[in-house]
Structure formats: structure tokens, C-alpha cells
């Protein structure tokens, strides 16, 4: 089925940009939709079935692709909506991009070898860097410059990883590099060898899962990118960058530097939180302040893997429930930008006055982000500090707190400045667009949805978390 | 023979790490291609012949000829034919390269194993570590680029270290240098130099908060 799916979004997506006419490139992006929601369901209904060898739709990939499935229509409606007022030729190339990157990063939450996950996480980039690049303007260039370039230098990185996993895989005894191969072996060869390769791998891949190190990639790019696609890049690509860790993170850890990768996740947790706070603190332009968001989840993600126990199922939990806020919010900074015209934060005011359907998104989507109850993120956040507390990380949790008490006080400032202020810079926008108050539909659908994870999470979908989490030895 | 290869490309790392005109860098980044076609001529005897004649091709043709090329035609192209913005001075670039040295040397020793060979290893990080530095110590765009080239080889000596048994993944790793090089060189000549004025890093940074 895989291979169908491979070529009917190849076939769409040279449809939508050689078939020059609009109607024919949405019928192509409203079916690669459809085919991807039918994609998923039958992944989830063949859970651990493996197809062309390097694909299997084990838990972990499926219920990621479940989340990208219901995002993905939300994201080609609001791309249209975009589009609206512009005649341009870019409309093909942005949605054959959007195809290719979907159909990649599918690929890359199924893929079970190392190489041919890398393989497609280089595809994500080219895709991505094609929508980064979609307003051409030097902001546009300068993001996709950067983008490319050290996403480059991170996937050089991961591939001496994988080189330095080949090596020790060769040693004891294995050929080929597929996940379940690297856990079976991992335990037999010198675990100075797997420090490295983890090391080298977690660095190249941060690029994706917009982590520190190399957290800076997603916070450019985020920033200029159309807002759909900042929504798909602050989301699907940040699960597909986690999905690749946790599963390096999952093989290793029957192995004797598993505490020594769990310090490693810790650090670059903690200091990614730090450093989104910081930032926030600064942010002057909208969505870089809710990339910078992205970055601090991210770093929650990472310091719930490392503290273990009860941590893993708060992190998938956290993540899946992060995609549906991140992408309301990207979609809501998306009408923002067409009713003030403007994305800077001095220049933004008055929003619940000019357009209340969305003032009212961004309240709920800034309770949701800051973990405040109802929100989903408060069960998956309280279950983080409860693993902190239970495994005496004091420190650390301390350290978090903290700093997760700067992120609340930097982004309601920044969202009650956007909602009931005066703007304290006038820019000239004489004719706002009036936007229907039911484009925020799908936003207040995925709001909903972390509201009611709050406190009912249907059986499958716990089930697919725990299965997913429950391919680390030592869980 | 082939220490003395490598022992030329460590000298050429040096020579780049402090050097400040850019032709002298296109220059080295060829040179580092034979040198690398020359290395794996004597050291990858044991994979077969069509792996062999495509990583020589892609020593030869892409490395030593098709990247300077298209470096040198940055340099026509922009008028920009010296370093005049580092962040160190050449003397401090130098003491670093050669602590980065030391350092490799440190850590390939401590990675010995009996299947690894460790001079590879040794230029490998070296390499790895020229790349890193000059991206982080050099202002132009056009260093950038050139790090990122080193950082490429760095990968290249990776794999020799590691033996002729992942033939696979050494190749899957020349089409990414070559793809990717491609495409960032490319973008560099046709969009950012029509952009950019002289290709400074620092008219790369209007994306603030």
C-alpha cells in the first residue's frame, strides 16, 4: 500500500505544478487529503505490518501520522485562504512542495532504517526549503539560505552517526542498520562507539525536532514561511525530528550509556527551555515568539525522555497535543497578518475589537500552550514534573519551573498586547480585511480537541502511546 | 605513499584555517580533491570496481574540477577576492587549528579499535574541526560556504576511517555532498549575489525578534 501511496503523491504533485490551472492543482491537493487520511487508517488498521522492507507502521510512526492526517486538510484550506487574493504562479509550486513534503516526512515517521530515514529527512529539507522560500522576498531568501545551510551541516552530522552506528553494527556482527538490527547489536560493541554515534545523530537531527543545539533552523523559518506552512513545520517536522531520537534513543537503550544519553536529553531540555524563555522575553515579532514556543515544548519533550518512568507517555502525549495548539495558533497568525498587516508585535493591537473570532483563538490557544487547566498540556506537563520529582531531579525541576514562569509571563503580556492594546506603532493599513469569523472553524476544532484530552483520551489512542513507548528496554 | 597524502591534506587544512583570499581557497578545495581521489585509490582495495570509479569520478570531477569552477565564478561574479572581515586574527586562527589538531589527536587515540584506522580518524575530526571553524570564525557568506565544503570532506575521510565494508553508505554519502554542494552553491550565485551586496554574513541578519 505504501508504494500507491508513493506514487499517487508523486502523480499529484507533478500534476499540480505541470497542469497550470488552479482548480486542477486544489483537486490535486484536496485528494492527496483525502489519500493521506486513507493512507493512515490503514496503517493504523495494519499496525506492525511491514512494506517494500523499509517501512513498518509500528505505534509511534502511526499515531504521529494520525495527528498529520487531521492537520494536514486544516492546512490546505487555510493555504487557500492565502492564496485568496493572489494571482501567482508560486500557488503550483507551493502546493506540489506541500505534497512532496507530506509524502516525505510520512515516510520518515514509517521509515525503520537509519539510512533511508535520513534519506527522507534530506527530502524534508529540499521540500521545506522551496515553501520557506515561496514570498521570494530577502527575508524569504536570508531563512531559506540558513535553513538549507545548517540543516546541511546537521544532516553531514547525523550521517557520521549513522557511519559510526555502521561501524559498530559491522562489529558485532550485523549488515544492515534497521532499528530493531541496531537494538539487537547495540549491546555487544564498545559503548564508547554508540556515545558517539548518539551524540552526532541527536546534534543532526535537533536541526528537525527544532531542539538546541541547532534550534535556530526552525525559529527562521517558522518565521517567514507562509503560515500554513509554518503550521506544518512547528508540528508534523518537529514530530518527525523526535520520532528519529526517540527511536536512536529507544535502540540504545538496553545498552550501558543509556543514563549517560538520558543526561544528554536533560541538558539540551533544559537549556532549550532556557533559551526560549530568553528569547521570548525579547520577542518583538509574533511568530517568532510562537517558534520560540515550539523550542520550549521541544525542550520539555526532551527533559521528559531523559527523566524516563512516566516521562515517555507525557512526551508523545505532549507532542501530539502540541501539534493541534501550534498549528491553531500558525493558522490564527495567518488571518492576524491579513487583518493588521503587520506581524511585529509594537504594531499589533486592537485585535479582539477588529476581528473577536480570532482574538478569541488566540486566548484559548495561549491557555492551552501555557499548560493552564482544561488544556491537555497540563496532564502531560504534570506528569513531566511528577517523574522530575519521583526520580529527585531537583534541580532540574526547579530550573524549569522557573523558567516556564518567564515563558507564561512573556506570552500572555504579549497576546493581551495583541487582543486589547493600542497598537504603540501606527502602520498604514487603511483597508483591513474582513475576515468571516468561520475560517476559525478548524483552529476552535483543534483547540476543543486539547481541551477534551484534558480529561478523556480515547482507548486507541492510549493504547498506540503506550505500545509506541514500549520499545525502550528499560521502560 | 598514502600517509604522505594524508599528511599533505592535514597541511592543506592548516593553510585554509588561516589563508584570506578567496582564490587561494578554491585552490585548496581542489587540491583537496586529488589528494582525496588519491586516497581512495590506495586505501579502497577491497570494494568492487563500479563503487570505486564512481567515488574517484566524484573526487575527481566534482571535487577537483566542478565546485572550484563554480567557486571561482562566485569570485568573478561578486568581485569579492579577500577576506577583510574575521572575527580572529590569522595568528589566533592558526593556535586554534592547531589545538583542533591536538584535540584529534586526543580523541582518535582514545577511540582506538583494532578495525578503525586511526590516522584516518585523527584528520577526519581535524577536518571536521577546520569546517566548524571557519564557519563560526569567518563573516562571508563565501566562507561559510567553503567550511561547509571542508565539513563534506570531513565526511569523506569519516568514511574511509571506517573501512571499505559500508560501500552503501559511503556512496548514499557522495550524492548528498554532491547534491546538496549543488544546490548551496547554486543558490549562492543566482539568488543571495543578486541580493546581497558582496555576500556579507552580516547582511544575513534582518530576521530578528
Known amino acids: 500500500m505504501i508504494l500507491y501511496y508513493f506514487i499517487i503523491a508523486a502523480i499529484l504533485s507533478l500534476v499540480a505544478v505541470f497542469v497550470k490551472f488552479r482548480r486542477i492543482a486544489k483537486a490535486a491537493i484536496i485528494t492527496f487529503s483525502l489519500v493521506q487520511a486513507a493512507f493512515a487508517s490503514y496503517a493504523y488498521l495494519h499496525l506492525n505490518q511491514t512494506e517494500l ?3 513498518t507502521f509500528d505505534s509511534l510512526g502511526v499515531v504521529f501520522l494520525l495527528v498529520l492526517s487531521v ?6 484550506f487555510h493555504g487557500f485562504r492565502y492564496f485568496k487574493n493572489r494571482i501567482t ?8 512542495a506541500l505534497i512532496g513534503l507530506i509524502t516525505a516526512i510520512t515516510g520518515a515517521y514509517l521509515a525503520n532504517e537509519a539510512t533511508v530515514v535520513w534519506i527522507l529527512v534530506e527530502a524534508t529539507t529540499l521540500f521545506a526549503s522551496v515553501l520557506i522560500y515561496h ?5 524569504a531568501l536570508e531563512a531559506t539560505w540558513k535553513y538549507i545551510f545548517l540543516c546541511s551541516v546537521g544532516i553531514a552530522f547525523a550521517y557520521m552517526g ?8 559491522n562489529q558485532g556482527g550485523f549488515t544492515d542498520l534497521s532499528f530493531s538490527a541496531i537494538t539487537n547489536a547495540a549491546s555487544l560493541v564498545d559503548p564508547l562507539y554508540l556515545k558517539i554515534a548518539f551524540v552526532f545523530i541527536f546534534i543532526g537531527y535537533s536541526t528537525k525536532m527544532e531542539i538546541f543545539p541547532m534550534h535556530t533552523v526552525g525559529i527562521d523559518a517558522n518565521s517567514v514561511a507562509p503560515s500554513p506552512v509554518g503550521a506544518l513545520i512547528s508540528t508534523a517536522m518537529v514530530n518527525m525530528g523526535f520520532i528519529i531520537i526517540f527511536r536512536i534513543y529507544a535502540a540504545l537503550s538496553a545498552t550501558p550509556i543509556f543514563s549517560w544519553m538520558n543526561h544528554i536529553l536533560l541538558i539540551a531540555g533544559v537549556l ?10 525579547k520577542a518583538k515579532h509574533n511568530k517568532r515568539m510562537f517558534a520560540y514556543s515550539s523550542l520550549e515544548n521541544a525542550g520539555l519533550v526532551a527533559i521528559a525522555l531523559g527523566v524516563g518512568g512516566c516521562g515517555y507517555y507525557a512526551a508523545v502525549l505532549l507532542l501530539i497535543m502540541h501539534s493541534f495548539v501550534k498549528s491553531s495558533m500558525f493558522f490564527q497568525l495567518g488571518q492576524l497578518y491579513r487583518v493588521l498587516n503587520t506581524m511585529k508585535l509594537d504594531a499589533s493591537g486592537n485585535y479582539m475589537r477588529l476581528y473577536p473570532a480570532g482574538a478569541l483563538v488566540l486566548i484559548i490557544g495561549m491557555f492551552c500552550l501555557l499548560a493552564v487547566p482544561p488544556s491537555g498540556l497540563f496532564i502531560s506537563e504534570y506528569m513531566i514534573f511528577k517523574a522530575l520529582i519521583f526520580g529527585n531531579y531537583w534541580f532540574v525541576t526547579v530550573i524549569t519551573m522557573l523558567l516556564l514562569c518567564v515563558v507564561v509571563y512573556a506570552m500572555s503580556v504579549r497576546i493581551m498586547h495583541i487582543c486589547f492594546s493600542e497598537p504603540r506603532e501606527i502602520i498604514h493599513n487603511k483597508y483591513p480585511e474582513k475576515i468571516h469569523p468561520a475560517e476559525t472553524i478548524t483552529q476552535f476544532v483543534f483547540l476543543m480537541l486539547v481541551i477534551a484530552l484534558c480529561f478523556y483520551r480515547p482507548p486507541f489512542l492510549d493504547e498506540l502511546i503506550r505500545q509506541g513507548i514500549s520499545i525502550i528496554a528499560n521502560h | 605513499m598514502l600517509n604522505f597524502l594524508i599528511i599533505l591534506f592535514a597541511i592543506s587544512l592548516i593553510y585554509l584555517s588561516v589563508s584570506e583570499r578567496f582564490r587561494t581557497y578554491a585552490k585548496l578545495i581542489a587540491a583537496q580533491g586529488i589528494l582525496l581521489m588519491g586516497i581512495a585509490l590506495f586505501e579502497l582495495k577491497e570494494v568492487n570496481t563500479a563503487s570505486l570509479i564512481f567515488i574517484l569520478a566524484e573526487t575527481l570531477i566534482f571535487k577537483t574540477i566542478v565546485v572550484p569552477y563554480l567557486l571561482y565564478s562566485i569570485i568573478n561574479r561578486t568581485g569579492v577576492y579577500k577576506v577583510h572581515n574575521k572575527s580572529l586574527l590569522g595568528f589566533y586562527s592558526l593556535i586554534l587549528a592547531l589545538l583542533a589538531l591536538v584535540l584529534s589527536i586526543v580523541m582518535a587515540n582514545a577511540l582506538e579499535n ?9 584528520i577526519a ?3 571536521l574541526f577546520i569546517g566548524v571553524l571557519l564557519v563560526v570564525n569567518h563573516k562571508l557568506i563565501f566562507s561559510h560556504m567553503i567550511g561547509f565544503l571542508v565539513i563534506e570532506n570531513a565526511v569523506f575521510m569519516f568514511s574511509m576511517s571506517v573501512g571499505s565494508e559500508m560501500t552503501m553508505l559511503i556512496n548514499i554519502g557522495i550524492l548528498l555532498d554532491i547534491f546538496v554542494s549543488v544546490l548551496i552553491i547554486s543558490i549562492l550565485i543566482n539568488r543571495i549575489g543578486s541580493k546581497f551586496n558582496k555576500l556579507e554574513a552580516d547582511n544575513l541578519n534582518s530576521l530578528k525578534n
Open chain 1, 71 to 76: 492537520i494536514f486538510p486544516a492546512a490546505v
Open chain 1, 53 to 55: 522492507s523499509y517501512f
Open chain 2, 114 to 122: 583494532p578495525k578503525i584506522d586511526t590516522v584516518y580518524l585523527t
Open chain 1, 162 to 169: 549513522i557511519l559510526f552506528l555502521g561501524f559498530t553494527m
Open chain 1, 89 to 96: 504562479r508560486r500557488f503550483f509550486y507551493y502546493h506540489a
Open chain 1, 135 to 139: 514570498e521570494k522576498t530577502k527575508y
Open chain 1, 272 to 281: 532549550s527551555v532556557l533559551v526560549a524563555a530568553g528569547y521570548m522575553l
Open chain 2, 125 to 127: 575530526l581535524f577536518t
